[in-house]
């Protein structure tokens, strides 16, 4: 009876694996959740992993993994255009910022660089920060514009990290799904009880979410006097895409594209560069502080606050 709903199980699973691998799911990560849970003997308790693209983008730069890596991610993409206005789509607004960032970052050095996306596709949200783990980022910076709807008045930069209540759902929610099996922050999850692990991942939601709050800041700080921020610019928010709970993680609201003045200065060579440059200095100054302070250890989750 029980080998029958095994066996029933295993040839579910691999029909649904196999229909799945069209649209990027791996089927092999499936059936290796299905042997994890056989060994386990607990059925009821299968999770399947996340669904993962099968190519990450490639990292540019120099090809020394120890210098560190940022993942830009320009919002929306593809037949989820974003906000709208004076003429103007935000996924291809933020596509040019993240363009022009990457550049920047690429002819400065020091630093690493992928893109969620390089060109006009459709990203799903999780697999935007998936894609910045797998890829073992040490900061992601997802670019957006906003819209003001007919409030053309309404201009200006904001700059958001992940809220203290978001980012403790999203440890457990975390901790529950990936289980005792996987890496965050250097630590070694396996083997250890799922309590425990629940802990860790906390742990290091924690030191991420110290670490973002201090590249925000930097953004703020660098950009100061070049970029016109809102008046209120610094934002915590329940945001799906920064809830990676082992990469500190940052959304840039560059400005209203429903701004004349915005739209003009995201959209133009010169407002591009202006934006570029200024990431790409908090982007260094946030490497050269954690350098300084050995702030790579995994012992920091004391540091947050
Ligand atoms: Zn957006």
Do not use: C, W
Not at 74 to 79: D, I, Q, R, S, V
Not at 265 to 272: H, I
């Amino acid at each position: 009876m029980r080998l029958a709903f095994l066996l029933y199980l295993v040839v579910a699973l691999s029909a649904v694996a196999t229909g799945l691998a069209v649209s990027g799911f791996r089927p092999d990560a499936a059936m290796a959740a299905l042997v994890s849970a056989k060994g386990d003997n607990r059925f009821e308790r299968i999770v399947l992993p996340k669904a993962l693209p099968y190519d990450l983008p490639a990292v540019e730069g120099t090809r020394d993994s120890s210098l560190p890596l940022v993942v830009i991610d320009p919002g929306h993409g593809g037949f989820d255009l974003g906000a709208k206005g004076q003429g103007l789509q935000e996924k291809n607004v933020v596509l040019g910022l993240a363009l022009a960032l990457r550049d920047r970052l690429l002819a400065d050095g020091g630093v690493r660089v992928a893109l969620t996306r390089s060109d006009d596709r459709f990203l799903p949200l999780d697999e935007r920060y998936e894609i910045a783990r797998k890829l073992g980022a040490s900061l992601f910076l997802s670019i957006h514009a906003d819209s003001a709807g007919d409030e053309g008045s309404v201009e200006g930069a904001s700059i958001y990290t992940l809220s203290n209540r978001a980012s403790d759902a999203a440890a457990r929610r975390f901790a529950a799904r990936e289980n005792a099996s996987d890496h965050v922050n250097g630590l070694d999850l396996d083997g250890k009880s799922n309590a425990v692990s629940s802990i860790l991942v906390a742990l290091s939601q924690r030191r991420a979410q110290a670490q973002s709050n201090k590249f925000a800041k930097l953004i703020l700080q660098e950009g100061k006097g070049v970029i016109d921020f809102h008046s209120q610019p610094l934002h915590s928010a329940t945001l799906e895409v920064l809830r990676a709970p082992d990469v500190p993680s940052v959304l840039f609201e560059s400005g209203f594209i429903t701004n004349e003045a915005d739209a003009e200065r995201l959209n133009s060579p010169a407002g591009r560069n202006a934006v570029a440059r200024v990431l790409a200095r908090a982007v260094r100054i946030y490497f050269m502080d954690r350098k300084d302070a050995g702030s790579d250890s995994a012992a920091a989750p004391a540091n947050a606050q």
